[in-house]
């Protein structure tokens, strides 16, 4: 019977949650379709790759399963980077142009064709018993960390630029997006520059630091699956986006530089007027559009007013009405009996993070704090 190690078990607890909770996102009601299906997708394929802890449970000895196997992790970067714009961008959809991106699977696979896929079993033996010294899988670990560096930039690329849209067109709930998009990139950036490591000490290093590594990267595994697990949990509902084509007011500034300032001046009286007025901000989805509805306004414009003209992003504009009113109801003394939960639901937040940072932000204060010396 084979022996089964640390690896083994941690492999096996991975590759289970992996595939649980890709059926549990597949399955879950969500207008964002797409992205679930993608997040779903690369799970999957983590799952795939992650059941190589154990593989020798699995296979016998080498076979062209085994290598098709090994070839799927040049699939999980392009995943990943697909679902990351789908939940940036609303309207994003798959295209026959993405295709582009499973070119070095293709590869990949055509590299191993003569050595592997047409080799003989006991070829394939005989083979396996020097692996890592041949220069296909030589080639896969270079090609495959250069792809990860590649599509982990075009990723941080991405969420910089949605991030800057989002701030400037919508108030509260869609930041939490942006968190979960920057922590899972952050993670999965700090997996591969492990991976790295282990695989330097492979070849380079000495055999007991190659085998800390591993066990590391193999603990590291298991805790971002389970922090797939609580976040999936928390919001089950996978995300809101943006329009593509929603353009930052840097550049849209150019048509407005002509416009006389009494102009704008107006129309800050006017907007600050609707929003102590009539409380629009209490609206958890509120976006710069919604507004812009409200106040008989284009988006456009709005947009600039804010963006430009106040120097503030709307998320912060926005925020500042309701803490102000967050305010009110924690100095008030006879809604002493609110809870801090029940008091960000009620001035438009759906995230205590979120509310305690944008307080603090803007007070100094915790909301806690900020109560006791009312």
């Given at each position: 019977m084979r022996a089964i190690?640390?690896?083994?078990?941690?492999?096996?607890?991975?590759?289970?949650?992996?595939?649980?909770?890709?059926?549990?996102?597949?399955?879950?009601?969500?207008?964002?379709?797409?992205?679930?299906?993608?997040?779903?997708?690369?799970?999957?394929?983590?799952a795939i790759e992650f059941s190589g802890f154990f593989s020798n449970l699995i296979f016998d000895t080498p076979s062209n399963l085994l290598i098709a196997k090994m070839q799927l992790s040049y699939l999980q970067m392009p995943v990943f980077y697909l679902y990351i714009l789908s939940v940036c961008y609303s309207d994003f959809k798959l295209k026959w142009s993405h295709l582009w991106h499973i070119l070095p699977f293709i590869i990949a696979n055509l590299v191993m064709i003569p050595r592997f896929y047409l080799a003989s079993t006991d070829q394939k033996i005989a083979l396996f018993k020097k692996f890592n010294s041949l220069y296909e899988i030589v080639f896969n670990h270079f090609a495959l960390h250069l792809q990860s560096t590649?599509?982990?930039?075009?990723?941080?690329?991405?969420?910089?630029?949605?991030?800057?849209?989002?701030?400037?067109?919508y108030s509260s709930n869609t930041i939490e997006t942006y968190k979960w998009l920057f922590q899972l990139l952050l993670f999965t950036s700090i997996l591969y520059v492990v991976a790295i490591v282990k695989n330097v000490l492979k070849y380079f290093g000495q055999q007991e630091n190659f085998e800390i590594a591993m066990n590391i990267l193999i603990i590291y595994v298991l805790g971002v699956v389970c922090w797939y697990?609580?976040?999936?949990?928390?919001?089950?509902?996978?995300?809101?986006?943006?329009?593509?084509?929603?353009?930052?007011?840097?550049?849209l500034v150019e048509k407005y530089q002509n416009t006389h300032n009494s102009a704008f001046e107006k129309e800050v009286v006017q907007l600050t007027s609707y929003m102590t007025s009539?409380?629009?901000?209490?609206?958890?989805?509120?976006?710069?559009?919604?507004?812009?509805?409200?106040?008989?306004?284009?988006?456009?414009?709005?947009?600039?007013?804010?963006?430009?003209?106040?120097?503030?992003?709307?998320?912060?504009?926005?925020?500042?009405?309701?803490?102000?009113?967050?305010m009110k109801i924690l100095k008030n003394p006879s809604k002493k009996e609110f809870t801090v939960l029940e008091i960000l639901y009620e001035v438009g937040f759906n995230s205590k993070s979120s509310f305690n940072t944008a307080f603090k932000k803007h007070t100094g204060y915790t909301p806690t704090q900020f109560r006791k010396t009312a």
């Open positions: 190690d640390l690896s083994t078990i941690i492999g096996i607890i991975a590759t289970f949650i992996s595939l649980l909770l890709a059926v549990f996102i597949f399955s879950v009601a969500s207008k964002n379709k797409i992205s679930n299906k993608l997040f779903s997708t690369y799970l999957i394929l983590n590649l599509y982990l930039v075009a990723g941080f690329i991405v969420l910089k630029k949605a991030k800057k849209i989002f701030l400037e067109n697990v609580l976040k999936a949990l928390r919001y089950p509902n996978l995300f809101n986006g943006v329009n593509s084509k929603t353009r930052l007011t840097q550049d009539k409380k629009p901000y209490l609206d958890a989805s509120l976006s710069i559009r919604n507004l812009a509805e409200q106040i008989q306004m284009n988006s456009r414009d709005l947009s600039v007013l804010i963006n430009q003209h106040l120097n503030q992003h709307f998320f912060d504009f926005v925020n500042q009405y309701r803490i102000k009113e967050a």
